[in-house]
């Protein structure tokens, strides 16, 4: 029989806690009560908060660049969770979880022409349009933030930086620097040709058949070979509105024969 | 307020009373009168208020005074009112309440309501200027009144201005004080921040007792905040209750959407589908993809797949991966080689059920069939034809 080890284990417990306590050393599930009563009042300086300024964030894409940034500067993510509190009492959650959606319903909507790849001006312009003109004011900011939230779900969203601006990627095509910079190339006028990759990025005739072969598989960019002089890429994610508009079916069943 | 003169109350031949209203206290620009508990009448020519215990206390101003006005909403403890801004008081204005004010302006606060009708009688009694028509004994001289007139349009557009830099201000005012009030906020936030480190970090080390139950309750607390879980020694078994509940209520909402779709979805598309079902209190993605994880533990014949290219999926379980591969095998043997394209039309052709949705999205289609192809060689089942036409499958017959 294990006689007195029960009631000596406890006092030994009991010690150490008294010991450890003294010390100054708070224990675990002491901070943890700590922290169920600090949320409580956070909750409610929230609350306040919203009440007053909730319009601010909603109204004023200026007001949610600071928000954001204060949140990520502090560690707080106020679009982890709809059940967070920012969430729930601040509105950011649907705000922007919505604007995911949209995002990804435009990107959708048009991966048969581009092969996934948008210009953010482009998709800011078809969201905008899809939300009507009574929806609150969304900023390309305001885009970013929305679309790294999406990026979790693993399908491939990406952005990437071309002529002072982003094309925002929408399926897993994977793109390395060489395919960035030929991207970025193209940017000026739509379309490159191998002779401007030779020249502007010095690079050797197979590295850039190369890099646009892998474009063409991937639908990225069409491949213009009736062009006067040498083939030309073009990238349907860069066609500008001024040379490209969408067709009425009307005038689709007038053009094919 | 130096606009108002002392009146009688009396209206001239001419004159006629358009609206009165009780509970309106007078403001001398932003500060409040001690003309506070009256009446305020309109008339053609005038507004005229008057105290509602002492009658010999009543004013007027003619309504000539006016540039514009507008309204101000109620807030919290705060009446409508509605805001006029006038011209500077006329040389030989009769004196009143106040000999000199600060403010160009005046409110009239509606406490006992009556705002909406009130403005639009002004509104009405100003753009049709009866006034100017009718000359009324008391009130200014034709000559200056013409004179005023000249001067209106001018001093309207001044005025006009000046609002715009006043709500502009006003704007400022707001931002800043809704950005000081949110520092003051993000200090607090950060104070949780500091304490759920230390929590998590004793979690780590052991020290304490942390029970089963704390455990969770701590990690529904970094759920409200939005503080990334530190804590990475538990499995997604238990996850949070929030998440749990979600898994359930996903299990029973995509079970028929999948069958439709042909027992597999993209996460993204899933996404859309259950946001757009809520409305409101949508969903995150972290919020679906971690409820997603806890398929397997529920016992839930769903599964979250995540494939080499990265593309996420909720798949039925009856998708096993034997069966997948099986076949994009028997299709490929069949036809000689295949490609994702043409995996495709087979699939619909042999009358699995697509919708016509996924046909008109085909590319997403393809990317879920071109995964199971790659898996079939990836098993060494099959092997490919890579070139600039496409990548095209052959059984494998090394």
């Known amino acids: 029989m294990r006689r007195g080890v029960g009631a000596g284990a406890i006092a030994k417990k009991k010690l150490a806690e008294a010991k450890y306590k003294e010390r100054g050393n708070v224990l675990a599930e002491d901070q943890i009560a700590q922290m169920s009563k600090q949320l409580e009042t956070f909750k409610s300086n929230l609350e306040e908060f919203a009440s007053k300024h909730k319009q601010e964030i909603r109204k004023n894409p200026q007001f949610r660049v600071q928000f954001q940034e204060m949140c990520a500067t502090i560690g707080v993510d106020p679009l982890a969770s ?33 092969g996934g790849l948008i210009t953010l001006d482009e998709l800011h312009h078809r969201v905008l349009k ?59 006028k739509g379309y490159v040709t191998v002779s401007e990759i030779k020249e502007n990025l010095k690079w050797e005739k197979e590295r850039a058949c190369h890099v646009l072969d892998h474009l063409l598989k991937e639908g990225l960019a069409w491949l213009d070979s009736q062009s006067a002089g040498e083939a030309q890429y073009w990238l349907p994610a860069l066609f500008s509105e001024l040379s490209s508009r969408d067709i009425t079916p009307e005038e689709a069943s007038q053009m094919t024969p | 307020m130096d606009r108002f003169s002392w009146a009688n109350g009396l209206l001239e031949i001419n004159e006629t009373l358009v609206i009165q209203q009780r509970g309106v206290r007078l403001y001398d620009g932003d500060d409040k009168s001690k003309l506070d508990v009256g009446v305020a009448l309109l008339s053609t020519h005038r507004l005229i208020w008057r105290d509602i215990k002492n009658h010999e206390c009543c004013l007027s101003m003619p309504l000539s005074q006016i540039i514009f006005f507008e309204e101000q909403a109620a807030g919290i403890g705060k009446s409508a009112k509605i805001v006029i801004h006038l011209h500077p008081p006329s040389a030989n204005k009769e004196p009143g309440p106040y000999q000199h004010s600060k403010y160009s302006y005046i409110k009239l606060s509606f406490k006992e309501h009556g705002q909406i009708e009130f403005y639009r009688r002004l509104t009405e009694e100003i753009t049709q200027r009866r006034w100017e028509n009718t000359s009324v ?72 007792d942390i029970t089963e139950d704390e455990t969770i309750r701590f990690k529904s607390y970094l759920l409200s905040m939005g503080i990334a879980n530190p804590v990475t020694r538990e499995t997604h078994g238990s996850g949070t209750h929030y998440h749990m509940q979600l898994a359930k209520q996903l299990g029973d909402m995509l079970q028929a959407p999948l069958e439709e779709q042909g027992g597999m979805m993209a996460l993204t598309e899933v996404y859309c589908l259950v946001n757009r079902a809520r409305g409101m209190e949508l969903l995150s993605p972290e919020d679906l993809l971690n409820a997603c994880k806890i398929f397997e533990s529920l016992k839930f014949p769903l599964r979250l797949r995540v494939f080499d290219s990265g593309v996420m999926v909720v798949q039925l379980q009856s998708h096993s991966e034997e069966e997948m591969i099986a076949s994009a095998l028997d299709n490929v043997t069949e036809k000689g080689s295949l490609t994702a394209e043409e995996f495709v039309f087979t699939e619909i052709d042999s009358g699995n059920s697509f919708s016509l949705h996924l046909i008109h999205t085909c590319r997403d289609l393809l990317s879920f069939l071109l995964c199971r192809l790659l898996l079939a060689e990836k098993m060494g089942h099959l092997c490919r034809d890579d070139s600039v036409e496409g990548l095209r499958f052959y059984p494998n017959l090394f």
């Open chain 1, 82 to 114: 709809g059940k967070g509190f920012w969430s729930e009492m601040l509105g950011v959650g649907d705000f922007y979880y919505e604007l995911g959606v949209q995002i990804i319903e435009v990107c959708l909507a048009l991966k048969h022409r581009n």
């Open chain 1, 130 to 188: 899809g939300r009507g003109k009574y929806a609150q004011d969304v900023s390309q900011d305001d885009l970013v933030r929305a679309i790294k939230k999406l990026k979790v779900m693993g399908n491939g969203f990406g952005m990437i930086p071309v002529g002072g601006s982003y094309l925002v990627q929408s399926v897993p095509a994977e793109l390395n620097m060489d395919h960035t910079v030929v991207l970025q190339l193209a940017e000026k």
């Open chain 2, 137 to 208: 004994s008391q009130s200014i001289s034709p000559g200056v009144s013409s004179q005023v007139g000249r001067f209106t349009r001018a001093v309207g557009i001044v005025g006009i201005e000046r609002k715009i830099e006043e709500k502009r201000k006003e704007t400022d005012k707001n931002i800043t004080e809704a950005f000081e009030d949110l520092s003051k906020l993000m200090v607090k936030a950060k104070e949780m921040v500091e304490l759920s480190k230390s929590i998590a970090n004793k979690i780590k080390d052991k020290q304490g």
